[in-house]
């Protein structure tokens, strides 16, 4: 089972950019589905991404189409959430997931989760 960390997050004005990393660990990464999902107070969390170790094809949420960005390192074993001209609804706490399948990953029911990194704009 792989692990993940994320860092990245920090506090930042509309219209700004921001990049997130999830760094995945463990015996291997191949064959797994990275996601990103968010979590904005009082809320439920929610998909944002997510891209196939192998295959790449990233796939978004519509609430984030065209403004964010997944790609992945494998040199680096890291997963980016390229986050650009974001919003204060985007406030929130971003979480990397991993799960072989991909249905389980969209549903937010992934086997692996990280800690999350918080996430905050200003209008």
């Known amino acids: 089972q792989v692990q993940l960390v994320e860092s990245g997050g920090g506090l930042v004005q509309a219209g700004d950019s921001l990049r997130l990393s999830c760094v995945v660990s463990g015996p291997t990464v191949s064959g797994y589905n990275l996601g990103w999902f968010r979590q904005a107070p009082g809320k439920e969390r929610e998909f944002v991404g997510r891209?196939?170790?192998?295959?790449?094809?990233?796939e978004y949420a519509d609430s984030v189409k065209g403004r964010f960005t997944i790609s992945s390192d494998y040199g680096k074993n890291t997963v980016f959430l390229q986050m650009n001209n974001v919003k204060p609804e985007d406030t929130a706490v971003y979480y990397c997931a991993a799960d072989r399948s991909s249905v389980l990953l969209v549903r937010g029911e992934s086997e692996v989760w990280g800690q999350g990194t918080l996430v905050t704009v200003s209008s």
């Open positions: 891209i196939s170790w192998n295959y790449g094809h990233p």
